[in-house]
């Protein structure tokens, strides 16, 4: 999930006003910050970048941006491989599946935010609470988080309940 940032008030180097702009993807994030050359207030030393030097950190931040695309395609695709029928429906329709534990207990994972992404379900469907359980190497994309869930929930489902975060 790309960086959204609203607005940011900063001086650049060189500048002696504030200047206010919006930025919204982290590319825009990334290529407003080395533009601007931002500095600091206080005691900050700043060598200019040269253009080579900007073009390079954008050519550096694009390539991430594409291996970033690439991984988390390869994971949505290992993700709805290992999903049912249902499950890539439901994912489709609702933005989140159905897995059932070992205990028999009905869970709802849900794609976009991991904080507290998993529903533990009443037998009626509404939501008991909710657990958090994840990977927390950074830049791990979503889809592979949701896969582990699954799995860690259909086979060591007492594991993940024991090292879960409980809201």
């Given at each position: 999930m790309p960086f959204y940032y609203t607005a940011s008030t900063w001086a650049g180097a060189?500048?002696?006003?504030?200047?206010?702009?919006?930025?919204?993807?982290?590319?825009?994030?990334?290529?407003?910050?080395?533009?601007?050359?931002?500095?600091?207030?206080?005691?900050?030393?700043?060598?200019?970048?040269?253009?080579?030097?900007?073009?390079?950190?954008?050519?550096e931040l694009r390539e991430f941006e594409e291996k970033r695309k690439a991984s988390g395609d390869r994971a949505s695709a290992l993700l709805l491989h290992y999903l049912d029928e249902r499950q890539r429906a439901d994912l489709a329709a609702h933005r989140w599946f159905l897995v059932d534990g070992k205990s028999g207990v009905r869970y709802r994972i849900k794609r976009g935010d991991l904080v507290g992404n998993i529903e533990v379900l009443n037998p009626d469907g509404s939501v008991r609470h909710r657990l958090c359980g994840h990977d927390r190497q950074i830049g791990l994309p979503l889809d592979d988080q949701l896969l582990a869930q699954k799995f860690y929930l259909e086979h060591h489902e007492d594991e993940f309940l024991r090292i879960a975060n409980r809201h």
């Open positions: 060189g500048q002696s006003a504030a200047v206010t702009t919006a930025v919204t993807s982290t590319l825009g994030v990334w290529n407003s910050w080395i533009d601007a050359a931002t500095t600091s207030s206080t005691n900050c030393i700043w060598a200019a970048w040269t253009a080579d030097e900007i073009e390079a950190r954008r050519q």
